[in-house]
């Protein structure tokens, strides 16, 4: 009986059933409608990120460090939201709720990856912007383009060595309750805690490991826009003064934007249990799909070389 209990859990370990994404829990008769606007966000967010892609690609004046630094982030971005955003469309118009365990554990992955790419990509263009407008006559001589390979190597590198040991934590855990996720996607410790089995490590781990690299990152950003602030307001040209502001708000903005959401819903997963379950996976869903859709809008709008490559793009008799 023994040696059958452990052949059951053996396989339930590694061979277990799909799992069954349920959506927004308590607004399932709404899906429909709700992934109206989702749908469209999702396109905004792929024509943006696409559009920027392009135009960094071709165009050889936007092969500058602060522009790699912002194809990468489209790219995180793309990744984030076609990670999720397509399921979740399936679970609301198809009723595709099934995600086998490796579709489960590629999903959380990918998720956690891309969220933790943006953080370390939003610290290197924090440095950018701090040599560009600090040490301006240092600018081309410390970030140089293998500096910049370099740079941008280790921030994937990083994401990867932090993320990775999050499938292992879940694909060691017993499955042998219930296989239904309240949620529109898989994520670390929502799978987590479906396992008949201790999941402190997965608990402690998904919650310091990412979050203190995250921690560290913010405060590194803050120090280098003090740095920048303190530079700007000394600036003597107030076209000057107004470009670096203009730069600097853009960043900020997308600062806000990915930080925000995310944090929220790291929090809420550890301490916020008074929290309504359908305002946390509304909040969840809302973080996968709008970031990657203002991103590109934002820098777009505030960043002159891009918006006037757009309009080019787009008009190219009117730019003549």
Same mark, same amino acid.
């Given at each position: 009986?023994?040696?059958?209990?452990?052949?059951?859990?053996?396989?339930?370990?590694?061979?277990?059933?799909?799992?069954?994404?349920?959506?927004?829990?308590?607004?399932?008769?709404?899906?429909?409608?709700?992934?109206?606007?989702?749908?469209?966000?999702?396109?905004?967010?792929?024509?943006?990120?696409?559009?920027?892609?392009?135009?960094?690609?071709?165009?050889?004046?936007?092969?500058?460090?602060?522009?790699?630094?912002?194809?990468?982030?489209?790219?995180?971005?793309?990744?984030?939201?076609?990670?999720?955003?397509?399921?979740?469309?399936?679970?609301?118009?198809?009723?595709?709720?099934?995600?086998?365990?490796?579709?489960?554990?590629?999903?959380?992955?990918?998720?956690?990856?891309?969220?933790?790419?943006?953080?370390?990509?939003?610290?290197?263009?924090?440095?950018?912007?701090?040599?560009?407008?600090?040490?301006?006559?240092?600018?081309?001589?410390?970030?140089? &383009?293998?500096?910049? /390979?370099?740079?941008?190597?280790?921030?994937? +590198?990083? *994401?990867?060595?932090? =993320? $990775?040991?999050? @499938? !292992?934590?879940?694909?060691?855990?017993?499955?042998?309750?219930?296989?239904?996720?309240?949620?529109?996607?898989?994520?670390?410790?929502?799978?987590?805690?479906?396992?008949?089995?201790?999941?402190?490590?997965?608990?402690?781990?998904?919650?310091?490991? &990412?979050?203190?690299? /995250?921690?560290?990152?913010?405060?590194?950003? +803050?120090? *280098?826009?003090?740095? =920048? $602030?303190?530079? @700007? !307001?000394?600036?003597?040209?107030?076209?000057?003064?107004?470009?670096?502001?203009?730069?600097?708000?853009?960043?900020?903005?997308?600062?806000?934007?990915?930080?925000?959401?995310?944090?929220?819903?790291?929090?809420?997963?550890?301490?916020?249990?008074?929290?309504?379950?359908?305002?946390?996976?509304?909040?969840?869903?809302?973080?996968?799909?709008?970031?990657?859709? $203002?991103?590109?809008?934002?820098?777009?709008?505030?960043?002159?070389?891009?918006?006037?490559?757009?309009?080019?793009?787009?008009?190219?008799?009117?730019?003549?």
């Amino acid at each position: 009986m023994t040696i059958n209990m452990l052949v059951t859990l053996n396989s339930t370990n590694f061979n277990p059933d799909p799992f069954i994404l349920v959506g927004i829990p308590g607004l399932e008769q709404f899906h429909i409608w709700i992934g109206i606007p989702f749908f469209a966000v999702y396109l905004v967010a792929l024509a943006g990120n696409g559009i920027l892609l392009y135009l960094i690609t071709v165009d050889h004046s936007l092969h500058e460090p602060m522009f790699f630094f912002l194809s990468m982030l489209a790219s995180a971005d793309l990744i984030l939201s076609t990670t999720c955003v397509p399921k979740t469309l399936g679970i609301f118009w198809l009723k595709a709720q099934e995600i086998t365990f490796a579709g489960c554990l590629t999903q959380l992955f990918f998720l956690h990856f891309s969220f933790s790419l943006d953080s370390a990509i939003l610290l290197g263009m924090a440095f950018d912007r701090y040599m560009a407008i600090c040490s301006p006559l240092r600018y081309t001589s410390v970030l140089t &383009p293998s500096t910049v /390979v370099k740079i941008m190597v280790g921030i994937v +590198g990083r *994401s990867f060595s932090v =993320i $990775l040991p999050v @499938v !292992f934590l879940v694909k060691r855990l017993p499955f042998c309750r219930t296989r239904i996720i309240p949620h529109t996607y898989c994520e670390h410790i929502g799978v987590a805690r479906l396992a008949c089995a201790d999941i402190s490590i997965n608990i402690w781990y998904g919650f310091a490991v &990412p979050v203190m690299t /995250v921690i560290s990152d913010l405060i590194f950003i +803050g120090i *280098s826009y003090t740095l =920048i $602030l303190h530079a @700007v !307001f000394h600036l003597p040209s107030r076209d000057a003064l107004q470009k670096a502001l203009s730069t600097c708000g853009s960043h900020v903005s997308v600062i806000l934007i990915v930080y925000t959401p995310a944090m929220f819903s790291v929090l809420a997963h550890r301490f916020g249990h008074s929290i309504s379950h359908t305002f946390h996976i509304m909040f969840a869903n809302l973080y996968v799909a709008i970031p990657p859709a $203002l991103n590109p809008i934002i820098y777009g709008v505030k960043t002159k070389q891009i918006r006037d490559k757009v309009i080019f793009l787009f008009f190219p008799k009117d730019m003549q």
